[in-house]
C-alpha cells in the first residue's frame, strides 16, 4: 500500500515540488556532527517540518474539516493548485477509495532523523493515543486514535530529482471533505 501511495503522491504532484529543499540537502550531504552549527540547523529544519505535520494533518484528522485553516495558520499558501510551505513542503488532501489522505512531502536532509523528529512530535501531542500495532509500533507505519477513529499514520524516505525527502500520510477512513 505504501509503494501504491508513493506513486499515488508523484502522480499528484506531491512527491517532486520544483523548489529543492534549502542549502541544497541531498543524499550526497553527510548528516551534520552533532555539537556543529549545522546540526542545530538540522535539528530546526526537522522540528518545524515535525510542527507542520502535527499541527496540520494531524490536528486536523480524523475528519480534516479544520485542514484548510490548520495550513492557512501554519503559513501554507497556495501555489500552482497546492499548498506550499517555503520552501519545499507541499500538502494536499488526496480521496481515496475508501478513505482520505492528508499527504506531506519535506525536504529531508536525513529522512531516518526526520522520520523520529515527526514521530516524537506525534507522541508529544498524543502519545497517550497512540495504538502500535506491536510491541515496539513502528515510526514508519503506526495507528493513533482520534475522536474515536484509529488514524493510520505512515512516513516514507524517498528520493526524488537527486533530493532526499519523507512522505508523510495521515490517512482516515471516510471521504475527504469537500
Given amino acids: 500500500m505504501i509503494r501504491a501511495v ?10 517532486a515540488p520544483t523548489a529543492q529543499p ?3 540537502w541531498s543524499a550526497a550531504h553527510p548528516p551534520a556532527v552533532e555539537g556543529t552549527p549545522e546540526a542545530a540547523e538540522a535539528r530546526a529544519w526537522n522540528e518545524t517540518r515535525a510542527g507542520l505535520f502535527a499541527d496540520v494533518c494531524m490536528g486536523s484528522a480524523p475528519g480534516f474539516e479544520g485542514f484548510a485553516e490548520a495550513a492557512a495558520v501554519a ?4 501555489e500552482d493548485g497546492k499548498l506550499v510551505y517555503p520552501p ?23 529522512p531516518d532523523a526526520l ?9 508529544d501531542d498524543y502519545g497517550s493515543h497512540w495504538r502500535p500495532t506491536s510491541a515496539q509500533g513502528s515510526l514508519y507505519d503506526t495507528y493513533f486514535e482520534r475522536d ?5 499514520v505512515m512516513q516514507r524516505p524517498e528520493e526524488i530529482s537527486g533530493g532526499t525527502w519523507l512522505s508523510g500520510l495521515v490517512a482516515v477512513p471516510g471521504r475527504c471533505p469537500e
Fill in 148 to 152: 474515536g477513529k484509529l488514524v493510520r
Fill in 75 to 78: 503559513g501554507f499558501a497556495e
Fill in 22 to 24: 534549502a542549502r541544497a
Fill in 88 to 110: 519545499e513542503v507541499v500538502l494536499r488532501l488526496i480521496p481515496g477509495a475508501a478513505d482520505c489522505l492528508c499527504a506531506m512531502t519535506m525536504g529531508a536532509p536525513d
Fill in 6 to 15: 508513493a506513486h499515488m503522491l508523484l502522480l499528484a504532484g506531491l512527491a
Fill in 115 to 123: 522520520a523520529a523528529t515527526v514521530f516524537g512530535r506525534l507522541m
